[in-house]
């Protein structure tokens, strides 16, 4: 398994981006990464994912607004998000792991809020 630290979270207005990254206690070249959210009373959900190649994936929700992508030499993995809706309020969560929805390792959580 492998440790992973979000950060990057917070309040920001309706409309507005924030970017979050999420840092691997190791090597990341191998492996798949993936960002989840949890809204209140709700289930936790995929965002978005990207493959050891770089292949990428999204929810129909976040499309065309939010961007994954990795920096292996870094061992970081980012959500870049911008036209944030009042929806997009959540604790989102990294992944990590072989598979293609990567769910074998997971970060904490960071809170982001948006205001409408």
């Known amino acids: 398994q492998v440790q992973l630290v979000e950060s990057g979270g917070g309040l920001v207005q309706a409309g507005g981006s924030l970017r979050l990254s999420c840092a691997a206690s190791?090597?990341?070249?191998?492996?798949?990464l993936g960002w989840y959210r949890q809204a209140p009373g709700k289930q936790r959900e995929l965002v978005a994912t990207i493959t050891n190649i770089g292949s990428t994936n999204y929810a129909d929700s976040v499309k065309g607004r939010f961007t994954i992508s990795r920096d292996n030499a870094k061992n970081t993995v980012y959500l870049q998000m911008n036209s944030l809706k009042f929806e997009d309020t959540a604790v989102y969560y990294c992944?990590?792991?072989?598979?293609?929805?990567?769910?074998?390792?997971w970060g904490q959580g960071t809170q982001v809020t948006v205001s409408s």
């Open positions: 992944a990590a792991g072989p598979e293609y929805y990567p769910r074998s390792s």
């Open positions: 190791r090597s990341i070249s191998s492996i798949n």
